[in-house]
C-alpha cells in the first residue's frame, strides 16, 4: 500500500494555547473539567481517583454523544493508548503514543508519533505481518521546543488522514488548575504546551 503524505495545516492544532488559556474550558474539578467548541459541540472530560485513565466524551449541541475517547496514562501523567468509540459505544480505532526518550535533547518527553488502527478491521503489512496503522501522525518541534504542524500519513487508498480521523492525542491538561488530592498526577505533566517555549 502507498503511503500518501499530508502536511496538515495548523488549524487542526489551532485555538490550542498555553496552559490556562484555553478557550472554553471550564475545570469543575480534579476529576471533572469541560470544553465548549466554536460549532456548539462540547467535549466533557472525566477520570476516577487513582486511576490512570481519561475519558473524554464529544457532545453535540443537543447533549448527543458523538464520541468517546478513553485514554490510558503512564505513570508521569502521558497518554500512553487510547480507544475511540461511536455514540453508540462500538470501539473504531485504538491509538498508541510515542515519546522522545532522548533525556539530552530539549524536546525529551514530547510526544514525536502517533499511529491509530482501525478496531473493526485488521490490516496486515504482507511482508512483515504486522499490523498496519490505518493512519499516522508524526510531531516535530523547532529549536525552541514548539511544535510544528504535523506530518500525517494515511494507508486507507483514496483518503487522507484528516478523512480517517484527526489528532487523537490530548493537546491540552483538562484538568489544569484543579488541586489534586495528595500522590495524584497531572495529565502529561512534564510536556510543553504547543507554541509556547516554556
Same mark, same amino acid.
Not at 497531572?186 to 516554556?198: D, L
Given at each position: 500500500?502507498?503511503?500518501? +503524505?499530508?502536511?496538515?495545516?495548523?488549524?487542526?492544532? #489551532?485555538?490550542?494555547?498555553?496552559?490556562?488559556?484555553?478557550?472554553?474550558?471550564?475545570?469543575?474539578?480534579?476529576?471533572?473539567?469541560?470544553?465548549?467548541?466554536?460549532?456548539?459541540?462540547?467535549?466533557?472530560?472525566?477520570?476516577?481517583? #487513582?486511576?490512570?485513565?481519561?475519558?473524554?466524551?464529544?457532545?453535540?449541541?443537543?447533549? $448527543? $454523544?458523538?464520541?468517546?475517547?478513553?485514554?490510558?496514562?503512564?505513570?508521569?501523567?502521558? +497518554?500512553?493508548?487510547?480507544?475511540?468509540?461511536?455514540?453508540?459505544?462500538?470501539?473504531?480505532?485504538?491509538?498508541?503514543?510515542?515519546?522522545?526518550?532522548?533525556?539530552?535533547? +530539549?524536546?525529551?518527553?514530547?510526544?514525536?508519533?502517533?499511529?491509530?488502527?482501525?478496531?473493526?478491521?485488521?490490516?496486515?503489512?504482507?511482508?512483515?505481518?504486522?499490523?498496519?496503522?490505518?493512519?499516522?501522525?508524526?510531531?516535530?518541534?523547532?529549536?525552541? #521546543?514548539?511544535?510544528?504542524?504535523?506530518?500525517?500519513?494515511?494507508?486507507?487508498?483514496?483518503?487522507?488522514?484528516?478523512? $480517517?480521523?484527526?489528532?487523537?492525542?490530548?493537546?491540552?491538561?483538562?484538568?489544569?488548575?484543579?488541586?489534586?488530592?495528595?500522590?495524584?498526577?497531572? $495529565?502529561?505533566?512534564?510536556?510543553?504546551?504547543?507554541?509556547?517555549?516554556?
Amino acid at each position: 500500500m502507498k503511503l500518501m +503524505p499530508l502536511i496538515l495545516a495548523a488549524c487542526l492544532l #489551532g485555538g490550542v494555547a498555553a496552559y490556562g488559556e484555553v478557550p472554553g474550558l471550564e475545570v469543575k474539578g480534579p476529576y471533572s473539567s469541560l470544553k465548549r467548541n466554536k460549532d456548539g459541540s462540547y467535549e466533557e472530560f472525566s477520570r476516577s481517583p #487513582g486511576v490512570p485513565t481519561v475519558t473524554k466524551q464529544l457532545k453535540d449541541v443537543n447533549g $448527543v $454523544v458523538r464520541t468517546t475517547t478513553v485514554y490510558r496514562l503512564s505513570p508521569q501523567g502521558n +497518554p500512553l493508548t487510547c480507544d475511540i468509540f461511536d455514540g453508540k459505544g462500538t470501539r473504531l480505532f485504538k491509538t498508541r503514543y510515542a515519546y522522545n526518550k532522548n533525556r539530552n535533547s +530539549p524536546t525529551f518527553g514530547l510526544l514525536v508519533e502517533e499511529e491509530m488502527f482501525d478496531a473493526r478491521v485488521k490490516r496486515k503489512d504482507p511482508r512483515t505481518g504486522n499490523e498496519m496503522p490505518v493512519r499516522k501522525f508524526i510531531y516535530t518541534y523547532d529549536a525552541q #521546543g514548539n511544535r510544528n504542524a504535523p506530518m500525517a500519513f494515511t494507508l486507507i487508498p483514496g483518503k487522507y488522514a484528516k478523512d $480517517v480521523f484527526g489528532p487523537s492525542a490530548l493537546e491540552f491538561d483538562p484538568f489544569e488548575g484543579a488541586t489534586l488530592p495528595k500522590g495524584e498526577r497531572a $495529565v502529561n505533566p512534564a510536556a510543553k504546551r504547543v507554541g509556547s517555549g516554556k
